[in-house]
Every structure is written in C-alpha cells, then in structure tokens.
C-alpha cells in the first residue's frame, strides 16, 4: 500500500478554512480525505541558518513537511523566476515576462534544495504527487539522487502553444524536466494538444499508438484532468442561517435590483481593468441600469512584490474612482470595490446573493470561481454566470454567457442579457451547468489523477 505524498510551493493551513486560494483548496481537500503528507515552502522568508530538514507539524490527518526560504531564494526563485517569469508567459504575457539569468539559476538551486529535503521524508513505495510551475523540476531532481518511484505532476495554469513557450529561458530543459514524470495532468483538452505540440516541434518528440508521448528516451502520460470543486460543501456554506444573514444585510444595504459579482485575485491575469471598463459601457449603453446594478469586485491582494501587480492596482482604484465619480449618487455606489480577503463562507454567500457572477479572466488555468457561483445559486431562482473563453472552465461550461473578456462591447451586452434573463432560460442554464459541475468535483479530479498515476484506490493513510 502506499503513501500519498504531495509536494507544492505552498502548504496551507488547512486547518483554517477561508485561508487557501484555488490549488490550496483543492489540494487540501484532497490530502484531508485520504492523509498522507504536504511538503513545500512555509511562506516564511529568512536569511537566518536554516535546518536543511524541514519542519515537521501535523494538521488532522496530514503531516506538513515545510521550509522556508532565503531573501535571494524569495526574490530569484518565488517573485523571479516563477511569478515574473513563468507566470505570465504561461498565461500568454510574453510583454510582462522579466527574462534574468539569475533568476533560473536559483529556480534551479530552489528546486534541489527541496528535492533533498523531501528526499530525506520519502519511503520508497510513496506516490509522490508534484504541483503546478513553481516545481517543474523536482522530479528530475529526485531521480538524480535515486529515486524510481511514480511521480505525477499537475499543472494548474494554462500550458501556452510552441511560440510562446520557446519565449522561456531555459524551455529545453523545462522540456527535459517534464519527462520526469509519469504522468503530466493539464486543465484542458487545449493545454494538452500545446504540451504536445511543443514535444513534437521542439524535442524530436513523438506520439504513441496508445496515446502517451515519447521523448529523452522516455514514454510518459499527458492528459487533461479538468479540476472542480467540492459542490456540495460549497453549496451547504451558501445556505446557512449566517449566510441567509448576509444576504439580507446585502440586500438591505443596496438599492441595487441587480448585484453583480467578481471575486479574483488582484491579478493583471484576471481581467479586471476591462471588466471595470465594460460595466462603465454598460452604464453609458443602458442608463436605465444607473441605479438598478451594482458590481461588487472581490480583489484580494496577491504577489504585491512584483511590479505588474503594483501597477495593475493603481489602474483599478483610478478606474473605480472615475466610475464612482462620474455615475454614483449618495444613495447609489456603482463599484463596490474591496482589496482584501474574505472568509469562504461569506464568498459563498455573496454569490447566492447576487444575480450575475463575473467571471472574466484574459486567461485562466481553469478559474474555480465560476464553479462556486454555480454551486452556490438556488435551483428555483438562479443567478446566470458570464465566463470568458479564455478561461479553463470555459471548455465544459458552455451554458454560461461566454464572452470574449477583450471585447467591452460584448461584457456589457451580456452583463444586460443576463440581467433581463427569464426565470425558465436561468433555470435551463444553471441545471445543465449544476449537473456537470457536481459530476465533476474535486473528488473525481483527484481519483482520477491518482487512478492514471497507476495508484486507484491503493492509496491509504500514511
Ligand atoms: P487562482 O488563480 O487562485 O488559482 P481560482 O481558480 O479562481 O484562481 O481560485 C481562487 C480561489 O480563491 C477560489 O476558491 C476563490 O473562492 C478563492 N478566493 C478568491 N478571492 C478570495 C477572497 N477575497 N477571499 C477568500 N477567498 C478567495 C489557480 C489557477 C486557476 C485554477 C486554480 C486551481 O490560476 O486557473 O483554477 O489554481 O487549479
């Protein structure tokens, strides 16, 4: 029997809910079913000697093994190589990319420094389970220093056609990385055929009759595993009686007819400045929506030691502040704009309350928001979703308004169609995409992941 071992930049607190983002959460959903063990970065940076064995706690049934890093390792390695590098040209943002030498030398010296502390916890047998851009590498570094056993890796953000990824400094031993795994997961059909198509094109790769790829001398799995949410946990914090409060205490609080909401990230990814953009058209297009629909923007603060991030902040208080200026009224706020953290179970009593959910990143892994907005409306009454195409969950939510999150024109149409939607259309919608959503939850992402891995049922409590 073996062990599940995962390994992220991150480890959360799982022990407090509302404290995670998108990987954390499902991850920690995950590891809390099944146990096992959660290595990565703490969150601590310090220059002070470190122990090269990592900290030891245990949280329920999971044992987190956590480092910390160095003031370099944090500037190079985390805001570098990853957020500055990796980051946006994944996400197609070849103009944001910071190309340093130095940075990739330290992602590389990160990534063995972890590769040995992790392998001071591995038992043979452990099926060992990599997340997302921040550890490309770690695979490789543990086959270096002996390791056979399977490793999977999931990649939680988009994986970018040929022309971008040659853009990364260092894509061919990226490349040589990923051909450390057994199994590569991506969120979309889209993000595999990329993958695929950056083997073939830029590592003498080639396809097998049974579906797996080949390429320095080995034949891994690459397939797409879109993740979901956990529906029915989500669904039963949006119907408390807290959240009945909330609601009320938001209805009250606003004249508005119509509550529109987005909740991302205050990323330069998310599209946020031309969501803003579009609602101002919406007001200019359809006056007899001034004092009827509010946005309530939900941006938590995230990466703020990177200069896009900075940047895109003051972009969006300076176009709140005109939208705010040029439309409200002392009884009606156009954008309610709020820069911080809220815990979940008032995120999904917010999206129960409010009849449009703006989903409109300019590109998505696969957006779990979306999902939560689906999951929290009422069957009899619900609210209607609009969702970008570029989004992951755009590939298996198609009833939702799907918009093109450039085009201004488009947001604001649809911000009115779903407004002035029929109760019958609403239902239609949020059935079909209900359904979906609640087949394809986080639980099915995971064993499916692990059944590819080769591992089923097989993997118990450590
Ligand atoms: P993220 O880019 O973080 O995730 P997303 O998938 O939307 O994006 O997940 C965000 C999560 O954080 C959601 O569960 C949301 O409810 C929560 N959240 C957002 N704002 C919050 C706030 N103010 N307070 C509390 N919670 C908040 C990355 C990829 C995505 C991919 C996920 C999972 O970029 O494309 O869907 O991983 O794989």
Redesign the pocket.
Known sequence: MSRLVVASNRVADISKP?SA???A??VGDALQELGGLWFGWDGEVTDTPRSPQPRLTTSGRVTLAMLSLSEEEYENYYLGYANSVLWPVLHYRLDLAELDAAYLRTYRSVNQRFAHALGGLLKPDDVVWIHDYHLFPLAAELRAQGFGQRFGFFL??PFPPPDMFVALPGYEWLIRCIFSYDLVGF?TEADRVNFQRVVQEHADGVLEADGRISAFGRTIKADAFP?GIDVETFRAMARTRKADDQIEKLRRRTIAGVNIIG???L?YTKGLPERFKAFRLLLENYPENRKYMTLMQ?A?PTREDVDAYADIRMELEGLSGAINGAFGDIDWTPIRYIH???A?DV?AALFRGCEVGLVTPLR??????AK?YVAAQDDENPGVLILSRFA?AAETMDEALVVNPYDANEVAQSMQRAATMPLEERRERHAALYKRIERHDVSRWRREFLAALGVGQEVHQA
Do not use: S
């Open positions: 509302g983002g998108g990987l959460v499902a939680h953000i969120q993740i909740v991302d990230r990323d939900i938590p911080r953290n809220v979940r995120l998505d892994g696969m957006n779990l928001v939560e992951g």
